[in-house]
């Protein structure tokens, strides 16, 4: 029942409410380190996205535990936490990536968020540590009627030796991971083009991106799909041809970070505008 | 007497309720990965199976946590559930094999499943840690009268050294392991007729198909033994003459996933049918 | 209280009655696979095992769980039960083994069993793991008052490197690894007469058989010690030099498990009771 | 609030008592050994330390349960006490740094502490096992109302191959790091001027020692950021010159430790009243 | 409380009863095998060692639970027992030493033992995994109030790459993380002569052997210490210079274990006498 409320805050009573999810994330300075905030610095102090969610009406911000913890006090109530609970940073490879937890569900629960967030390196050699792991946070989120979203990233030696992170075979087994798992939302990234190192059928398979967008939909079944924006795009053009791009292959929502906070204040307040007028909310 | 109660509602009031089983599985999308679903994309979405399950008159459907909790709300009761508690992708290979939990026996009794699966990679260079998950979970059985299926797989750079998973020697070995484990169902495949890379004496031993079958299901004991359908046969009649060999060799009965749910719906239908008939149920 | 009930019903209400141990194994079908069964088949069912130990008036029968629970039910109470609470195959080596815990003394307590048996790799790499493991075990022990069957078998590269399980080093060390951790009884295996590799003072030691012995029984304290019987030998006569040699020595008794039920029932029947007949009971 | 009163405590009520903290660290002599006392031998009783912190006013001394549990006595109330939980000896090397704990929260509550210290390696190949244990530490801290004090610390080959821990990418990722992973006080190091083997930008980035003080505790956002003294200085004025560069960054303190107390015990104090001036206590 | 209860047993109501601690250790056949028992078979009997402690007025006795459960029902309540709570083998190498526990404090506590012993390998590659059990045990000391002895052994790979575990530089280090991790009494060994591998400043520094033994004691703090006697010296005069050399450096006392049990008994005794006298108690 608890993950019904929730859900329904984040679906009808936030972002679009519309039923589609308009994400904003924060968790590349732990990933990635603060390199990421070099071409906006002032997004390094996390008074700015939260800004940008609440005027930009997203339907959530997702960050860890330390964000929540101290800033979010002058937002609390204002705008859905999807509070991500695993990372790492990127300073060694990703060979045998794993993501430790750094928060639980029950902080969750304590800051008052409406669902978890959790990197699964799907494919990874140590893919046994990870998937042990999301089976304690799946099963405290039954206990406490939180959504779950899966930040489903292939990742690691094996998945690089089969094409890597980026093709469709690597998206598409993602999404059926999530499903079978037991997300109940996912965070995936447009498949590319190449498959040349893809094991079949997938190496004979060549579709056009609309295609490989909704095969991978399809994948995540009841799961409901979030693209990722990946790296900055400063062209607004071509940002809004993607969330118009997967919206249209059936993915619930977009989850757009850098191409948004690495903007200034102003022009990430109106691209977001933008973005919500093709998400009809 | 929870379990007595279960294994009655498996073999005598669905399915061929003659004390037969026939099982269709579903775990082949965490496995391979959407893969397996190309020859009948239908198949994809998880409603296909439990209509198959249920108008096919199956014993159980056998599927993950994310798949039973998304898809069984519209069957629930009507068909007994065999939750599969652990599994993994095949992205990475399987020369140190091992298969982690991603639910446990609580969620089995939550859903109300009749029964849990558990797949144990005999023989992998890293048994010990499967062993002793195994452990965990058949004492959650015990306490909680949960039938347990054992996915028996001889699996690893150990057993490919000895000739391979597919060999009699493997198979002989994974039946008695299970027996000795404490599973109360074991799903075990046909044994292959090459055997030169096995040890002694199973080097030098050269049986004939049903002989094979009736060795294994000897060395399971009172274990009740279920074959595997393997990889889709497009041949009707092939896929019925092994599952009369099967129940000739002493099998209890048969658990046959892509050779029916790859099928048109009709045609997985009406094989199955001809199946039951076999079954005499 | 609890250890001295048990024991006191090991040595003195079973068996030959009078202090001494005549115990009937059977792991080797998960230790070895089915391999071992090949010389008399009828041993596959393990209703012979119990049987003989049965009719042959054994001191107790020890196997594992998956065993205990599906063939014991027509034998409770007529025969105690040592469960043997770890193992492993042997598809992979021994380089660095490990026997991981498949059952725990609470499945002791619940069955009703006598004693537990712990198999510890004496000196393998992963000792640590074997040794904390049996921590547990023997607290739980303690716990429930259970007697504690050590199987103290040395293995791994380290100890191959000083001249193998088999040495008198070897078998010396497990017996007193047996009295340092806590067991209640050991079970040991003849050490063998080369020496050559072993570190010295063992290196120079020239002893005969019985000598051997005795040193190996001196070593284990007040642990009772068991020596095993190894793999088959046809010849009875040969077997019961064996037990006359052991018990001359000062063991408490003998496990013989493939000298036995690898010969047809009525002669392991007829040498079980010339067994007894040495063993004064 | 258990947490506000303990910080008001080390902020307001001891040290400078206007919110800046000056911290006396004694982890050396597990961290490197006896070695760093060979200058100064008399600071090898722990009672010499105390007496400085006590004397020289210092808002806390920070040291393990060890030395906590034996010298404090005589100090306890008098000087606020940050329970070092974590630590290692550098006899191994650091190619795979971890830092076990050697104590837990509750320790530090029994003993009446008023804040913890946990290091973290940040980029060690195991950061993901140091990631879990902090996890845990953070969550204790949470329930006992306990500040946390990181010693954020790249370490390892990963870091190494990047430039070195001492780097400004280095310390500018740890700063965020503490941050994200929520930290309340972070102890940092003054980033060195070589960054040819860093990752861009930093490798491009030129900037004078001010400027790299301003971002990395920019990058720490609203966790307090304490600079370290490193190793000893000969020279006061050299000291007195960091302390001021590091003030004017906008740093919250300093953790000042051999360059406190291997300086006899007159000159220690007296450094430590010029520290004073300068933080304006 | 109970600490001190227990400690004050230890040092004024047994042994020398003034404070200094002469304790009989008995692991070696553990950590050894049988080896070390050949010049003397009739301590192979734990009775001996037992004997040899009353009758010698030891302190206390040191040995783990399973001898302590066999052979101390004679001589409880008079003689103090120090549980040792882990160890191993000696049989693979010890390039990352790591010691199990086999017993715990909870143990200790029912046997009524006055102290508990932990061997902590100083320095191992897994010393991450020494320090952790460490503090689990040094927890429990403190809700049961039992002290604590360390044998503080510096061991593996590391350390005798820089210069093993006898030198001046590895005692030395050991003595600090002793006092830093909270042990009560620690277990060292004399310093040898030899520091050419050693790092700086022990490289340089050449001291006698009572210098070197002070300067041991001084790191090891407010910790009681004992040295050890290491390997048989056949020669008493040399013996009893050892005790008198150790006792000027400022040790508590001593823990000598086959240098008193590897005579026989009546010489064991009289050395023991002696060895009181020294002690003065």
């Given at each position: 029942m608890g993950k019904r409320v929730r859900l329904w805050r984040l679906?009808?009573?936030?972002?679009?409410?519309?039923?589609k999810l308009l994400v904003l994330p924060l968790d590349q300075g732990l990933e990635?380190?603060?390199?990421?905030?070099?071409?906006?610095?002032?997004?390094?102090?996390?008074d700015y996205q939260f800004r940008l969610a609440l005027e930009g009406n997203y339907s959530a911000i997702a960050l860890g535990i330390g964000l929540a913890e101290k800033y979010m006090e002058d937002y609390a109530g204002a705008i859905p936490l999807i509070l991500k609970l695993n990372g790492k940073t990127n300073?060694?490879?990703?060979?045998?990536a794993v993501s430790p937890l750094f928060a639980n569900v029950e902080d969750a629960v304590r800051l008052g968020a409406d669902a978890v967030g959790y990197t699964l390196y799907v494919g990874s050699p140590k893919q046994h540590h990870e998937i042990l792991q999301f089976q304690r946070v799946r099963q405290d989120c039954a206990r406490f009627g939180m959504p779950l979203v899966m930040w489903a990233y292939p990742r690691g030696r094996a998945i690089d030796a089969k094409g890597?992170?980026?093709t469709l075979y690597a998206q598409d087994y993602a999404a059926r991971v999530a499903e079978e798992l037991g997300a109940d939302i996912v965070k995936l990234h447009e498949p590319?083009?190449?498959?040349?190192?893809?094991?079949e059928p997938y190496r004979s398979l060549h579709e056009p991106a609309p295609e490989r967008l909704k095969r991978v939909v399809r994948s995540a079944g009841k799961v409901m799909v979030l693209f990722s924006g990946g790296e900055k795009n400063d062209d607004d053009e071509a940002v809004l041809r993607k969330v118009k791009l997967y919206l249209e292959s059936g993915a619930r929502g977009v989850m757009f970070g850098r191409n948004m906070w690495l903007r200034p204040f102003d022009q990430a307040l109106a691209l977001t505008r933008r973005v919500h007028e093709l998400m009809g909310g």
């Open positions: 679906l009808y009573s936030s972002g679009p409410r519309n039923g990635h380190g603060p390199t990421d905030f070099f071409p906006n610095p002032s997004a390094l102090n996390t300073i060694a490879d990703d060979h045998e890597g992170k980026g590319e083009d190449t498959n040349d190192a893809c094991p």
